[in-house]
């Protein structure tokens, strides 16, 4: 029996999966992945991620703004984000944050975006999905000086970083998840960041369909191979498969905890 894995973030609603989204959601079950998030990345576009959500049990939603394109939706206020997160699939915020690599969003802006949502992770208490790449000084900075208003709930999601985000995230008490990076043979410094990340603050992810892991490197991602990246994981942790598989799970419930565990659903039948 296959050990149950979370995908704590993939786009399901992305073009890629078209017409055989139904298939990818099945592989994924069958490879035991028994529970997926799918991320917003335009709040303008949250009633496609909610039918694609509304069809399984194993499909959760968030509701953000992506940095890239946070120039698009510069003005989505918080309350707009508290009000679409009541719905009973949206179980966080996000994503957002700060990318500096691509820089599709004037930088003012994407920080504006990012408080924004994390003014809204704060009064909901839902987990806040960040996205943060090339902009370890100025993220920290906003974590830090936010989180003096008030802690809320939050995830580093696809850890790219240096080690610096990682200790200070975690010092606010957030989360990291890891993604097929952490299978890339380049990719050293972040198995080392992993292999200090303690195991009570870690998560798993493919951010589908982007950044398929070995054997699939190259092509595109999807929920099915975040198997692989919970096969290094529990590799560089020195544990077996199934530890992580119940680790990053229970990680994911205590994170998102308006998430219902489909196990729970099934056993109450």
Known sequence: MRPFLVDSH?????????????????????????????????????????????????????????????????????????ELSRHPKIVGIGEAGLDYHYDKAPRDVQAGVFRTHIEAARETQLPLVIHARDADDDMIAILEDESGKGAFPFVLHCFSSGAELARRGLALGG??????????????????????????RLLIETDAPYLA??????????????????????????????????????????????AVDPRQSDAAR
């Open 213 to 258: 892991p070995p054997p699939f490197r190259g092509k595109r991602n999807e929920p099915a191979y975040v198997l692989h990246t919970a096969e290094v994981l529990a590799r560089i942790k020195g544990v077996d498969l199934d530890t992580i598989a119940v680790r990053t799970s229970e990680n994911f419930f205590r994170l998102f905890s308006k």
């Open 175 to 200: 989360y990291i998840s890891f993604s097929g990076i952490l299978t890339f043979k380049n990719s050293d410094e972040i198995r080392a960041i992993a292999e200090d990340v303690p195991l009570d």
């Open 10 to 82: 993939c786009h399901l609603d992305f073009p890629d999966f078209d017409g055989e989204r139904d298939a990818l959601i099945e592989r994924a079950g069958a490879n035991g992945i028994g529970f997926m998030v799918t991320i917003s990345t335009f709040v303008s576009r949250i009633e496609r991620l909610l039918e694609i959500a509304e069809t399984d049990q194993r499909i959760a939603a968030t509701v953000g703004t992506h940095p890239h394109n946070a120039a698009a939706e510069p003005d989505v206020s918080a309350d707009r984000l508290v």
